[in-house]
């Protein structure tokens, strides 16, 4: 488990008030709910949560990759000091390339069948994020022997770092052609080859078996001490959480239900739904799981009135089912969205 570390006065991503809904058939949905982030610089921050929870919504809406509409994003996102909301397309792309790499959640299918691995990164390399000025343009970059020589070296070197077997064969491979764990260390390695300040990895050990898994979360744990960049990571295995984080956001509904360091979470949790995780963890002993959470996430077109977690919450009364209620703050990192502690009635 990582040592407590304070909220930073300077962080490198700060989201306030972030809101996401959908245009459907089945009417509006409201998925994210008025989010409030941090992410300091060197610092590992992790957001956790059942699938559907909102999550992967969320830095969807921070990177920029939501369409509007049927999407329609509210609040502000401020990268080291830019309010990213204000940038044009083409200032948002050059910043993902660039500024903010992104580690999308199914290494399978998140890259090109049809390009050999080493031509897609080293197109990375060339391009970033950036469109080329027309296709003479790109054309020219990407043909020049010596830039492309330049590039692929950049690619190779790269996944040596992500310690990618045989490193030569994969970049002249196809996607397809790669193992799961493979392709997890070339996603990584394409998000790593410009050099970000911030890494966001939406659940980088999805689809590989635990062996795989657990050698990509070293390898991830490695380039933290290494690196000292700043991450934001997407899960919902609070193992993966306790392991790698400075400080854990809980999120269930659309909603940041609690947040605090790893320690906080890990030894007071204080909100139903963060207690209910933690008692659905595995635990190597002879005795039965201590609990869960029964129920579902709920409906976004029509979310559950007062504290969307009511439904399923143990302690739930008729303040829960009227009210949302307010962040609690308990210290300077931890809080909680609780009728009980807003009514200072933990009981």
């Known amino acids: 488990m990582r040592t407590n570390e304070p909220v930073p006065d300077d962080p490198v991503l700060e989201v306030s008030d972030l809101s996401v809904g959908f245009e459907g058939f089945d009417g509006y949905a409201d998925v994210v709910s008025d989010v409030d982030l941090s992410v300091g610089r060197g610092e590992v921050v992790t957001i956790v949560g059942e699938t ?84 003479l343009s790109y054309l020219r970059r990407r043909y020049s022997r010596s830039a492309r020589s330049e590039a692929r070296d950049r690619v190779r070197e790269i996944l040596t770092q992500v310690q990618m077997p045989d490193p030569d064969g994969a970049m002249d491979s196809y996607p397809n052609e790669l193992s799961g764990g493979m392709c997890q260390r070339a996603l990584i390695a394409q998000a790593l080859l410009n050099e970000p300040d911030l890494l966001i990895a939406d659940e980088p050990g999805t689809a590989l078996d635990v062996t795989i898994h657990d050698k990509i979360l070293s390898l991830l744990d490695d380039l933290i001490e290494d690196r000292e960049m700043s991450i934001l990571m997407i899960t919902h295995n609070l193992g993966v959480a306790r392991k ?24 007071a949790p204080k909100h139903p739904y963060t207690q209910g995780l933690l008692a659905s963890m595995p635990r190597l002993s002879d005795e039965p799981m201590a609990g869960g959470i029964s129920g579902s996430v709920p409906e976004y077109e029509d979310p559950p009135e007062g504290c969307r ?39």
Do not use: W
Not at 102 to 118: A, K, T, W
Not at 254 to 265: N, P, Y
Not at 324 to 336: N, R, Y
């Open 244 to 267: 790698l984080s400075d400080r854990i956001y809980i999120m269930y509904g659309g909603r940041i239900v609690e947040s605090g360091t790893t320690a906080e979470i890990f030894e």
């Open 309 to 347: 977690f009511h439904p399923r919450c143990p302690y739930a009364d008729e303040a829960c089912r009227s009210e949302q209620p307010p962040a609690k703050a308990f210290s300077e990192t931890a809080s909680t969205e609780c009728v009980r502690y807003a009514l200072e009635d933990p009981g």
């Open 52 to 135: 559907g929870c909102g999550k992967s919504v969320t830095t969807k809406a921070i990177t920029g990759l939501l369409e509007e509409p049927p999407a329609h994003v509210s609040g502000t996102v401020t990268y080291d000091g830019t309010d990213l909301f204000s940038l044009s397309d083409e200032e948002r792309a050059a910043l993902n390339g660039d500024g903010i790499g992104m580690v999308f959640q199914d290494p399978m299918s998140s890259l090109n069948p049809v390009f050999e691995l080493g031509e897609q990164l080293a197109d990375t390399v060339q391009f970033g994020g950036t469109s080329p000025d027309g296709p």
